[in-house]
């Protein structure tokens, strides 16, 4: 009972680049970002209004959103009420807050406590629901955290509650560290789809085990029909040691549409958009995909 269809959320630009430790230029940023909507990807995470002490990567997020993007989901990462302001003095009308439900991983990553950071951010949705605003909110360390190692099931389902109880529009649930299993990924999943059938859910899985296309088939068997993948497979949260990027975005079109799930992603023009930003990172891209285009 798998999905027709799936939506790709393409988080490259953000999960993807935010880990780069050299400077990209907001042009070039701009290349990547159009050669994905040239790709056909309907919803992108663009950039964050992060502080640029903690994410120099991200200091141009307000000239990068400036252009918007309209013809697709443009969403913006937010992480308290500075990143609002500053996402309300744009065009923009999508939103990701983003908490872990590990509370040491949670301080690293936002200097707050979860419990801080709830308290915080459900104002911020508040009022961007009053907006108009569609919010996603990012549940990070859904199932492992580098800091806290296994993450209680039910604390998990309590934060993607409590989000949902502030009336975000999805949770996108993650497997920060990539150890998740594919049964994990599945009990999870099917929990969460029981419990919340009223709100949209997708999986974002990083591959740092090389299980995550397995995870994502265990999602679909749990009735996910969103996720969260960056081309190139580039990314990786900066306070995450050892952290590597998200499943590929080519990898996961390439498996679904062999399946007949249609994700509705040109592959060969994905590929020319990691053709732009390929040069600029630090890292290969290893993607089995995208390499072995570059053997033909
Ligand atoms: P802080 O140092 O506690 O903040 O950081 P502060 O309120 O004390 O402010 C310190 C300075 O930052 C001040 O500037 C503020 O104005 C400025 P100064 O007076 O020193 O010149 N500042 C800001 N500037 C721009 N935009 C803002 C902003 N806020 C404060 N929004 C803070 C707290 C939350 C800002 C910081 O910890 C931060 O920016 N963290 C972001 C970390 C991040 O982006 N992590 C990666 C994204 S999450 C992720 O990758 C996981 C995900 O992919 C899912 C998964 O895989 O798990 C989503
Ligand atoms: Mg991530």
């Keep these: 009972n798998l999905p027709k269809s799936v939506s790709i959320i393409e988080v490259g630009p953000r999960d993807g680049l935010q880990n780069e430790a050299n400077f990209i230029t907001t042009e070039i940023k701009k290349e990547f970002i159009q050669h994905l909507v040239c790709a056909e990807i309907k919803e992108m995470e663009v950039t964050s209004f992060v502080s640029p002490k903690w994410i120099p ?11 918007c993007y309209s013809s697709i989901r443009s969403i913006v990462l937010v992480p308290n009420k500075k990143g609002a302001e500053r996402l309300l003095a744009t065009n923009c009308k999508s ?14 990553n936002i200097n707050k406590s979860t419990r801080e950071s709830i308290v915080e951010i459900r104002p911020i949705i508040a009022d961007l629901k009053s907006k108009g605003f569609f ?11 580098h800091y806290e190692g296994a993450i209680a099931t039910a ?3 309590a934060l993607c509650q409590e989000f949902a109880d502030a009336g975000v529009d999805e949770l ?14 599945f009990s999870l999943f099917s929990t969460l789809k ?22 994502i088939y265990a999602a679909l068997q749990a009735g996910i029909d969103r996720f969260d993948t960056s081309a190139g ?13 998200n499943v590929a975005t080519e990898d996961v079109v390439y498996m679904l549409e062999r ?4 994700t509705g992603v040109k592959l060969d023009k994905l590929v020319k958009a990691i053709d732009i930003i390929a040069p600029h990172l630090s890292r290969k891209i290893d993607s089995g995909y995208y390499q072995l285009t570059k053997k033909r």
């Design 57 to 67: 990567q991200m200091q141009d997020a307000a000239e990068l959103i400036q252009s």
């Design 95 to 108: 939103a990701a807050v983003f908490v872990g439900v590990s509370n040491r991983f949670n301080q690293k």
């Design 135 to 145: 919010v996603r909110a990012c549940i990070s360390t859904a199932f492992y955290c």
């Design 155 to 157: 604390d998990t389902l």
């Design 172 to 185: 996108s649930v993650a497997d920060t560290i990539g150890m998740a299993t594919p049964a994990e990924s």
């Design 194 to 215: 029981q419990q919340l059938p009223n709100i949209m859910i997708a999986a974002h899985f990083h591959d740092t085990r090389k299980m995550a296309l397995a995870n």
């Design 233 to 245: 497979g580039l990314g990786g949260c900066p306070f995450v040691p050892g952290a590597t990027g």
């Design 259 to 262: 399946m007949n799930i249609k």
